[in-house]
């Protein structure tokens, strides 16, 4: 089936630095969503991409949808505590259902 | 709109009971999901509706889980005879068409 990589598994920053996540496909998909999750609580849409080469920002936040339409990346500038989180991207294929990538936790150190 | 709301937030239940979960998704939107994620995972996806047709069931989606949205409005997932492995969080979604997808706050499971 459609699988999407995250990878690393967790990354530290430093409060006020730039950081960008990367997630990878082997398949194409039609769309391209970047969300966050805290603990308990349910994932939080971030950014919606919905043509290949798609650039689109939301306040700190930036992402783009891959021109190969198998890979996105989201970047976060001048990183702050509350960013702490697991940031999940996620996909649809030729059907309605959304796979996710495992997620990266990020950790800001003040 | 209150976005999705989904009722347990928390449900602990012996092994070999039932439960069931109830999914409010956003008034709006057509299209109806639930994903079950453990920890260190991405949700994953169990089944979807558009209106009151369910079209999708995961191979996860064994005989003892059903999922039924009646008027094309709130679902309800339930789990038969739940066994230690059901545990996790069952997250619900909804969209309009293939629109961006809504998640709600979730119910965490616990089989003991």
């Known amino acids: 089936g459609q699988q999407l990589n995250q990878s690393p598994q967790s990354m530290f920053i430093q409060e006020g630095e730039d950081v960008s996540m990367n997630c990878t496909s082997s398949s194409i998909f039609n769309t391209w969503l970047w969300y966050k999750q805290e603990p308990g609580e349910g994932p939080v849409l971030l950014i919606a991409l919905y043509k290949a080469g798609e650039l689109t920002s939301n306040g700190r936040l930036t992402a783009q949808f891959g021109i190969t339409r198998k890979d996105s990346f989201l970047n976060i500038s001048a990183s702050i505590p509350s960013d702490v989180g697991i940031y999940f991207c996620a996909g649809t294929g030729a059907n309605s259902k959304l796979t996710f990538g495992k997620g990266i936790t990020l950790s800001v150190r003040p | 709109d209150t976005g999705v709301s989904q009722n347990p937030r928390h449900k602990i239940t012996k092994r070999g009971q039932n439960v069931t979960f109830r999914c409010d998704p956003i008034s709006e939107h057509n299209r109806l999901y639930w994903y079950r994620q453990t920890l260190g995972q991405g949700p994953e996806f169990l089944t979807y509706?558009?209106?009151?047709?369910?079209?999708?069931k995961s191979r996860l989606l064994s005989d003892r889980f059903s999922a039924e949205r009646p008027k094309g409005s709130f679902s309800t997932l339930e789990i038969q005879r739940t066994e230690q492995g059901d545990s996790a969080m069952y997250l619900c979604a909804s969209s309009f068409g293939q629109g961006d997808y809504t998640f709600g706050s979730g119910t965490r499971l616990t089989v003991v």
């Open positions: 509706f558009q209106n009151e047709a369910q079209l999708e």
